[in-house]
Protein backbone atom coordinates (compact mmCIF):
# COMPACT_ATOMS: atom_id res chain seq x y z
CA UNK A 1 0.00 0.00 0.00
CA UNK A 2 1.27 3.60 -0.96
CA UNK A 3 -0.97 5.94 0.92
CA UNK A 4 -4.58 5.80 2.36
CA UNK A 5 -7.07 8.65 1.99
CA UNK A 6 -9.79 7.16 5.15
CA UNK A 7 -12.68 9.56 3.98
CA UNK A 8 -11.98 8.41 -0.09
CA UNK A 9 -15.50 7.16 -0.34
CA UNK A 10 -17.12 10.47 0.66
CA UNK A 11 -14.60 12.81 -1.90
CA UNK A 12 -16.14 10.46 -4.32
CA UNK A 13 -19.47 10.86 -3.49
CA UNK A 14 -18.89 14.58 -2.95
CA UNK A 15 -18.14 14.67 -6.33
CA UNK A 16 -21.06 12.36 -8.07
CA UNK A 17 -18.05 9.83 -9.09
CA UNK A 18 -19.90 6.84 -10.14
CA UNK A 19 -19.36 4.04 -7.83
CA UNK A 20 -18.12 1.59 -10.47
CA UNK A 21 -14.67 3.51 -11.12
CA UNK A 22 -14.56 3.59 -7.12
CA UNK A 23 -12.52 0.44 -7.09
CA UNK A 24 -10.11 1.86 -10.03
CA UNK A 25 -9.76 4.91 -8.35
CA UNK A 26 -8.52 3.16 -4.43
CA UNK A 27 -6.27 1.08 -6.37
CA UNK A 28 -4.60 4.40 -7.87
CA UNK A 29 -4.55 6.48 -5.08
CA UNK A 30 -3.97 3.66 -2.31
CA UNK A 31 -1.76 1.39 -4.68
CA UNK A 32 -0.29 3.29 -7.20
CA UNK A 33 -1.94 1.51 -9.84
CA UNK A 34 -2.03 3.82 -13.17
CA UNK A 35 -5.68 4.78 -14.35
CA UNK A 36 -7.16 3.16 -17.19
CA UNK A 37 -7.41 5.09 -20.66
CA UNK A 38 -10.96 6.27 -20.11
CA UNK A 39 -9.92 7.34 -16.08
CA UNK A 40 -7.00 9.10 -17.05
CA UNK A 41 -9.06 10.72 -19.63
CA UNK A 42 -12.00 11.34 -17.18
CA UNK A 43 -9.30 13.00 -14.52
CA UNK A 44 -7.71 14.99 -17.32
CA UNK A 45 -11.35 16.70 -18.62
CA UNK A 46 -14.22 16.27 -16.61
CA UNK A 47 -14.31 19.31 -13.55
CA UNK A 48 -15.93 16.61 -11.03
CA UNK A 49 -12.88 14.41 -11.68
CA UNK A 50 -10.16 17.09 -11.24
CA UNK A 51 -11.81 18.41 -8.32
CA UNK A 52 -11.73 15.09 -6.53
CA UNK A 53 -8.41 14.46 -7.64
CA UNK A 54 -7.43 17.80 -6.18
CA UNK A 55 -9.07 16.79 -3.15
CA UNK A 56 -7.84 13.56 -2.77
CA UNK A 57 -4.15 15.32 -3.48
CA UNK A 58 -4.74 17.70 -0.44
CA UNK A 59 -5.60 14.89 1.53
CA UNK A 60 -2.41 13.16 1.15
CA UNK A 61 -0.61 16.06 1.57
CA UNK A 62 -2.01 16.48 4.98
CA UNK A 63 0.72 16.38 7.69
CA UNK A 64 3.90 16.96 4.75
CA UNK A 65 5.53 19.94 6.62
CA UNK A 66 8.08 20.23 3.91
CA UNK A 67 8.14 23.34 1.60
CA UNK A 68 10.08 24.47 -1.39
CA UNK A 69 11.62 27.59 -0.52
CA UNK A 70 10.54 31.35 -0.11
CA UNK A 71 11.50 33.53 -2.96
CA UNK A 72 14.10 35.18 -1.39
CA UNK A 73 16.18 32.23 0.06
CA UNK A 74 20.14 32.86 -0.31
CA UNK A 75 21.68 29.44 -1.00
CA UNK A 76 24.76 29.23 1.39
CA UNK A 77 26.57 27.92 -1.36
CA UNK A 78 26.92 30.10 -4.49
CA UNK A 79 25.13 28.00 -7.86
CA UNK A 80 27.83 29.30 -9.52
CA UNK A 81 30.64 27.70 -7.53
CA UNK A 82 28.63 24.54 -8.53
CA UNK A 83 28.91 24.84 -12.32
CA UNK A 84 30.67 21.98 -14.09
CA UNK A 85 33.69 24.43 -15.69
CA UNK A 86 34.74 24.82 -11.23
CA UNK A 87 35.42 21.19 -11.40
CA UNK A 88 38.77 19.66 -11.97
CA UNK A 89 39.19 17.18 -14.27
CA UNK A 90 40.84 14.19 -11.69
CA UNK A 91 37.45 15.10 -9.46
CA UNK A 92 35.35 13.02 -12.51
CA UNK A 93 34.00 9.87 -13.15
CA UNK A 94 34.13 8.62 -16.70
CA UNK A 95 30.28 7.63 -17.79
CA UNK A 96 30.50 4.71 -19.82
CA UNK A 97 26.88 3.94 -21.69
CA UNK A 98 26.16 0.92 -23.00
CA UNK A 99 23.65 1.53 -25.40
CA UNK A 100 26.10 4.14 -27.43
CA UNK A 101 28.44 3.20 -29.88
CA UNK A 102 32.39 3.56 -29.06
CA UNK A 103 34.16 6.68 -30.79
CA UNK A 104 36.89 3.78 -31.34
CA UNK A 105 34.58 1.64 -33.39
Known amino acids: ????VPNLDTILEHHEIPPK???EIRDFVEEGTPPGGEM???FRYMP???AALKDILTELSKGLEH???PPD???PVPYESLLAEDIEPEDTVPVISAGAPSAAR
Open 21 to 23: FWA
Open 67 to 69: KFP
Open 40 to 42: ATC
Open 73 to 75: YQS
Open 1 to 4: MIAQ
Open 48 to 50: NYK
